[in-house]
């Protein structure tokens, strides 16, 4: 790993403490590449598959928030890292609270160490999941308090592929 690798894993972990030993301790064996979308932006391959729109991923992002319930009792089930456009998205607009979910330690390290997310995951209202277990443990404390009025799930179309079944599961909390 790289100094600046390094560096920018330490500092975005640093505001995930619970999750520092499991994605520090991740070694990457995945063939993870950043490619050029058709607008210009990169977007973020693993073994050759595509985890953004090929055409614009920003675009892709907005149309996932576009038909959203927004307001601050509302919680948002982000399905999918990527590069972090849908993070960084919903952090900045978004009012109610947001839960990442993306159980791939590989490719959160990836892109740990290749950006700095500390800007979107050091607020107080979000958290983030890597596991199926730890995300349905942090719904049912959700469903348990009365502070969450609607749940909203989102993916792109590569994430709705992979968590179909569990996106579907998650509906069942609201």
Same mark, same amino acid.
């Given at each position: 790993?790289?100094?600046? #690798? ?66 601050? #009792? ?14 960084? /998205? ?19 390290? /990836? ?37 969450? !009025? ?13 968590? #179909? !079944? ?9």
């Amino acid at each position: 790993m790289s100094e600046r #690798e390094d560096y920018y894993l330490n500092l975005n972990l640093s505001y995930l403490k619970n999750l520092k030993t499991d994605i520090a301790k991740t070694e990457i064996i995945s063939d993870f590449k950043v490619v050029c979308a058709e607008n210009g932006l990169p977007i973020l391959s693993k073994n050759g598959i595509l985890y953004n729109s090929s055409k614009n991923p920003i675009e892709e992002t907005v149309d996932l928030f576009k038909n959203l319930e927004n307001n601050p #009792e509302n919680l948002c089930i982000i399905f999918g890292l990527e590069l972090g456009y849908s993070l960084k /998205y919903f952090s900045e607009n978004f009012k109610g609270y947001i839960i990442l979910f993306e159980n791939d330690l590989e490719l959160i390290k /990836y892109v740990f160490q290749n950006n700095s997310l500390i800007e979107y995951i050091s607020k107080q209202k979000f958290s983030i999941a890597t596991s199926t277990e730890n995300l349905k443990n942090m719904l049912n404390e959700i469903k348990k308090s009365d502070n969450i !009025k609607h749940i909203n799930i989102v993916a792109n179309k590569m994430y709705s592929n992979i968590y #179909e !079944k569990f996106i579907a599961e998650s509906y069942q909390y609201e």
